[in-house]
């Protein structure tokens, strides 16, 4: 049995994760450039992005909820994306 942690072995499996993961990596956004970005519906991608935020992934320059609030990796966020290259 290997000694490794989950965190060492985890992938961002979803395809919507992985691509607002991939564009935040360009520099921050707001939901609606995200969404147009990654070519998502604006409710998905706030969906997901609220789940990045739960997990950690990413934080935003005003407070959740807030229209117009810039997205951005989290340090967290950055060693996922570096982890799944």
Do not use: Q
């Not at 000694?3 to 072995?9: L, Q, R």
């Not at 990413?58 to 967290?76: N, P, Q």
């Amino acid at each position: 049995m290997s000694e490794e942690s989950p965190d060492s072995a985890w992938k961002i499996r979803s395809k919507h994760r992985r691509r607002l993961l991939d564009r935040l990596t360009e520099g921050g956004a707001t939901v609606s450039e995200l969404a147009r970005d990654a070519d998502l519906r604006v409710p998905h991608a706030s969906a997901e992005i609220k789940r990045l935020r739960t997990d950690g992934l990413v934080s935003s320059d005003l407070s959740a909820g807030s229209r117009g609030a810039k997205i951005h990796l989290t340090e967290s966020g950055w060693e996922s994306v570096r982890a799944d290259e």
